[in-house]
């Protein structure tokens, strides 16, 4: 049963490798990116709520996004296995995380970190051109990820449960070393 946390930077390629190992295992992606994007796009409560973080390049509050992933990981479609994109980005979602998965029995989790140096990102991501990928808001989503992502390293290195990719190869490499080190 594959269950599988992606960490890093954006543009780190967490959407990337989540997509393309899920669709290959068969299992749900969820990225609380592409969730908040369509309720963005359907002008739901939750998406007007929201739009204002994302084109700052701040995080959507926690409470938001917990309800929104405790909703789709009681999804009977979960059962199988998952890929996580996205979230837990701040140690209190990753808090929340942990008693849900302990509620739900969903248990032998794993943390991809996927490494890769600031200037690769914001060349990613300027080249992607998505809303919230210009140079200033990039800047200011690396700042939220070292101050409120980065340390969630630090949690899962210490629960055991971190394993390390280089996500500065080619996405192919990528995907084979993710395979490596979680079958090692
Ligand atoms: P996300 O959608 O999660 O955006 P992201 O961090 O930029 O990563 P993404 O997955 O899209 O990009 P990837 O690295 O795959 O979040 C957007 C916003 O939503 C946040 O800023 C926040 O406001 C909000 N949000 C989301 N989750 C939240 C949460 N839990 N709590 C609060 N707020 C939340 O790819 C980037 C580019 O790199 C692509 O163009 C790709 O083609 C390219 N790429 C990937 N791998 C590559 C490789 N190996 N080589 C070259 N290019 C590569």
Known sequence: MT???FLGPPGSGKGTQAKTLADGWRIPHISTGDILRQALKEQTPLGVEAQSYMDRGELVPDKLVEDMVAERLSHPD???????????????QAS????????????????????????????RLLERGRKDDTE???????????????????????????????????QEEVTDEIKKVIAS
């Open 136 to 170: 200033e808001v990039i800047r200011r989503r690396l700042e939220v990820y070292r101050n409120e992502t980065a340390p969630l390293i630090n949690y899962y290195s210490d629960r055991l449960i971190l394993l390390k990719v280089n996500g500065n190869q080619s």
């Open 78 to 92: 979960t059962n199988s296995g998952w890929l996580l994109d996205g979230f837990p980005r701040t140690v209190n």
């Open 96 to 123: 929340f995380l942990e008693q849900l998965l302990d509620k739900l029995a969903h248990r032998g989790v794993k943390v991809i970190n996927l490494e890769v140096p600031d200037d690769v990102v914001v060349e």
């Open 3 to 5: 269950r599988l946390i």
